[in-house]
């Protein structure tokens, strides 16, 4: 059989783990294997690459994705996805692996029903999508985020600061929420909850009455701008703050041993289904087993915010 590949979307860490996953299991299996360049956008301009065996030496270990990404406008149309369906016909593509996010995977949805053989593979580093506990890049997101932390805190401390870390995460608040955690964030703000500045003052100035000097205030991009929030607690406390948006930061790097597993199971996993004959499924992680959800189902369900790790961190950051 001819399998092809498509990375799209946002790019996460361990996307390469995945192509690489998916082009070995694939030759171990006897098949072979394209990949699409530039996501949809490569698939419309008709843009692939032969993958063999030595394609994907060395890149288990690197961040982004060597196959590149690209936002496809005309693929939210009808027309557009028929030309992608037309395109992979021509190329004689017998199932198509889709490795990017929600919007990636409505993409994947469109093809499927159009009749293309296609399995989907959760990778976003703000783990929104429901089907699995963890996508890829989530890890190594928290990660980086994490230890952006802990050097902010060491000058934090120094300086008696209140610092303000802005997030990625412009629907979900998943990446401040666990690197809030991890971090010792005092409080987080997240998109799916309405915040709340007063109780946000107030747990500043009570712990400065206690003593403590310092504070790191992580929002999710999406819940607020760190800007408004940093004057907001200059402006309500006095204090001296400072503000850091870590940005595309949180997005590179060596993707995490987890996210390196996650990537090679997830991906193997979806070429094995493919070459049974399976479509319209995304691969997942729920507690500790691999499991398949409908595309559909995934794309219009949403997945909630875990706040009761919310919850600890507001707890333990007393
Ligand atoms: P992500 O996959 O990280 O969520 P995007 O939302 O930008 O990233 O989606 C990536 C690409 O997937 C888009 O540029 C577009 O080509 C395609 N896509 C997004 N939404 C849809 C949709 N509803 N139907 C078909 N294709 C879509
Ligand atoms: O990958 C998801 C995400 O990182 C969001 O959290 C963020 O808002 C968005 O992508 C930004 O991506 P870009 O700068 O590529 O549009």
């Known amino acids: 059989m001819q399998f092809a590949v498509i990375t799209s979307g946002g790019d996460a860490p361990g996307m390469n783990a995945c192509v690489r996953a998916i082009v070995r299991q694939s030759i171990y299996m006897h098949h072979e294997v394209w990949g699409v360049l530039r996501g949809y956008h490569g698939l419309l301009e008709g843009h692939r690459r032969r993958l063999g065996l030595g394609s994907v030496a060395d890149v288990i270990k690197t961040g982004g994705t060597f196959l590149r990404t690209a936002r496809c406008l005309p693929f939210l149309n009808e027309e557009?996805?028929?030309?992608?369906?037309?395109?992979?016909?021509?190329?004689?593509?017998d199932g198509l692996l889709v490795v990017g996010g929600d919007g990636s995977l409505r993409g994947a949805l469109a093809l499927h029903g159009l009749g293309i053989p296609v399995i989907g593979i959760p990778a976003s580093i703000d783990n929104d999508i429901y089907g699995t506990d963890y996508a890829i890049g989530f890890d190594t997101a928290i990660n980086n985020v994490t230890q952006s932390m802990d050097k902010i805190r060491d000058t934090a401390s120094s300086h008696e600061r209140i610092f303000v870390i802005e997030v990625m995460g412009r629907e979900s608040g998943a990446i401040a929420i666990a690197s809030g955690v991890a971090g010792g964030a005092?409080?987080?703000?997240?998109?799916?909850v309405p915040v709340n500045y007063r109780a946000m003052i107030?747990?500043?100035?009570?712990?400065?009455?206690?003593?403590?000097?310092?504070s790191l205030i992580v929002v999710a991009e999406g819940a607020a701008a760190g800007e408004d929030v940093t004057r907001l607690i200059e402006a309500e406390t006095g204090y001296e703050v400072r503000l850091i948006i870590l940005g595309h930061t949180q997005r590179g790097g060596p993707p995490t041993a987890m996210d390196r597993i996650l990537a090679s199971q997830l991906g193997t996993y979806g070429v094995q289904l493919l070459a049974e004959g399976k479509s319209g499924v995304m691969v997942g992680w729920q507690h500790?087993?691999?499991?398949?959800?409908?595309?559909?189902?995934?794309?219009?369900?949403?997945?909630?915010?875990?706040?009761?790790?919310a919850q600890l961190a507001s707890i333990l950051s007393i």
């Open 80 to 93: 557009g996805q028929e030309m992608g369906r037309d395109r992979l016909r021509e190329w004689g593509i």
């Open 186 to 192: 005092e409080t987080i703000l997240i998109p799916e």
């Open 202 to 214: 107030t747990r500043i100035k009570r712990s400065r009455a206690r003593g403590k000097r310092h």
């Open 288 to 309: 500790g087993t691999l499991v398949t959800t409908p595309i559909d189902v995934v794309v219009n369900t949403r997945k909630d915010p875990d706040l009761e790790l």
